[in-house]
């Protein structure tokens, strides 16, 4: 899910490639300071954003790497998340940012849901495209626990909780345009 509006444009713009490809090209390539990877994100039309991703039955380092790998893949979008399957990975696993610091949750799952709002949103697997979803406007979470077992339950509201029902949503093969209204598709810049 993208951050906001500019910063959803200044995505769709790079992700497009109407700046200089080349330079794209490498960015994907980059090996970050801590040794993470920016991937490639996967777009709308891709089949992997359409099945349901696998749980996971414990955390290995390959999935924690994979999990920095993600968090690095979003900021350089300048998302609040993302989800496995968009980096082409059909495993329960996503990553938000909110502003309130990186989560990372394996499995996760709602379990109490409270109130509705109703914001307009994007995903990074479809840029330029916007619509108005109704979610609810609080849920607690429950998911993996990041030593492998037990429970790890986070309660979130607002943009917290609209971003991970949004990123839940990806590992079920929904995508937001499937649930949104007053779809908009911004036109690409000449
Ligand atoms: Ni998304």
């Known amino acids: 899910m993208p951050g906001s509006m500019a ?11 109407d700046r200089n490809p080349r330079e794209n090209m490498s960015s994907s390539r980059d090996r970050r300071e801590g040794g993470e990877l920016i991937l490639d994100i996967r777009r709308f039309g891709d089949p992997v954003l359409r099945k349901p991703a696998f749980p996971l039955k414990k955390i290995t380092r390959e999935m ?14 300048e998302g609040v998340g993302l989800a496995a399957p968009q980096v082409g990975v059909p495993v329960r696993l996503i990553v938000v940012d909110v502003g309130e610091g990186p989560v990372v949750l394996f499995n996760p ?4 849901s409270a109130g509705e709002a109703v914001a307009r949103e994007g995903c990074l697997s479809i840029p330029r495209v916007t619509g108005e979803v109704v979610r609810a406007d609080r849920v607690t979470v429950e998911a993996l626990g990041l030593n492998g ?24 093969g929904i995508l937001f345009i499937d649930k949104a209204t007053n779809i908009v598709e911004e036109q690409a810049d000449e």
């Open 64 to 77: 924690l790497n994979l999990a920095d790998n993600m968090l690095e893949t979003m900021y350089a979008a």
């Open 109 to 112: 799952c709602v379990v109490r």
């Open 149 to 172: 077992h037990g429970v790890r339950r986070i309660e979130g509201e607002g943009l917290l909780a609209r971003a991970l029902q949004h990123e839940i949503d990806h590992l079920n």
């Open 7 to 17: 910063a959803r444009r200044r995505c769709a713009a790079s992700l497009a490639g």
